[in-house]
């Protein structure tokens, strides 16, 4: 049974009641299990277990390093193009905003990537917009075979495809897949995705099996936090990592919570997640899935990912830049403007042209909070005694 069957009939609305009414007494019986199921992940989400996030912080911190010990994966997402022609109301590239758009040519990628292999990185997340005429199947294929002599390991954040499609893309060398499902309601993903292919839910939700289908050794789940209620999100993202968990057993398994951050289109989040919700959520899910990757993003400042790596998180990325061209200016040259997904050039004279300090006037999807250059991240993480991996996969090892 795929999760798509499994998911309508998940008794989401009881236990979101628990993760609403739990006590303290449930709270403590959930917390001297050793096995959780959903139940006890809602329970150890509720108010009552707000008030022991002290020792859900600690037993998350330990049983994280029986798992995966004290390191730190690190990676870079590389945006190839913020081309689009989805209407997604909290993204900054939602086809309808007015920005300047741009697709990286093959050298370009190469170019960015040869920028980012400079400053350690071996892990780099290829992320584009979804729009066919500029990011296909091919053109994906080509980025990947082009880069693989330069990065080790390579994923893929782009919009969802068949099975057949996902196969060339392995076998020229990406390893690793991630996609998110943004919101599991159903209601507020309608109203958030008004037109474009990204409008279906299930064939967005049924992704991850079909990547796995095609061979990827890496997969990568999460939702956008700020849409729907926080503990209903956490409940239904953990539900699909405990099916994928199960049947897609050959490819590990990471899970993100990235917050909404200020874009284009200046969307404002429907729902509260804050700071202390951010670290009950890590610590339940670790508890529930003690063998699941937990990432963390430059969404969230400096300060705060500090404090947020001895909870349970194993991935996190650097120096990152939303925009394509944003780590050497490639692309620059080519930049136009589009209006209802219609393609405006500019003016030989416009002053859209006048580069940036960072060397692209092209739009990002988001703005980022830390941006602590790569080498001060990995500083900081030796600093609090854990040891950042720059690279934990080559070929060879297969060939082997």
Known sequence: MSFVEQFDHLPIDALCRTAQEASEMEVAAALARRDLDLANLATLLSPAAAGQLERL????????????????RLFAPLYLSNE????????????????????????????????????????????????PKFISSSYMTDCVAALRETVP???LEVGPMETGEYRPLVQAGAEGLIVYQETYNREVYAEMHTSGPKRKFNWRLETPERAHEAGFRRLGIGALYGLSDWRRETICLAAHAQHLLRHCWKSQLTVSLPRLRPCAGEFEPLTNFDDRALVQTICALRL?????????????TAALRDRLIPMGITTMSAGSHTEPGGYTGAGNDNLHYTERGKIRELADNASEWTKRANGTN?????????????????????????EPVWKDWDAAILAN
Not at 288 to 300: H, K, N, Q
């Open 153 to 155: 390991s390579i994923s």
């Open 362 to 386: 092209a739009t990002g999807q988001f703005d980022i909070a830390d941006e602590r250059p790569p080498e001060t991240v990995a500083e900081t993480i030796s600093r609090l005694g854990y």
């Open 84 to 131: 689009c022609i989805n209407n997604c109301t909290y993204c900054g590239f939602s086809r309808d905003n007015r920005i300047l758009r741009v697709t990286l040519s093959i050298d370009e990628v190469v170019r960015e990537a040869r920028a980012l292999a400079d400053q350690g990185f071996r892990n780099i997340l290829l992320v584009a917009g979804e729009h």
């Open 288 to 300: 529930f899935l003690p063998d699941l990757g937990i990432v963390l993003s430059t969404r969230e």
């Open 57 to 72: 912080a600690k037993r998350s911190n330990r049983l994280t390093q029986q798992r995966f010990g004290r390191v730190i």
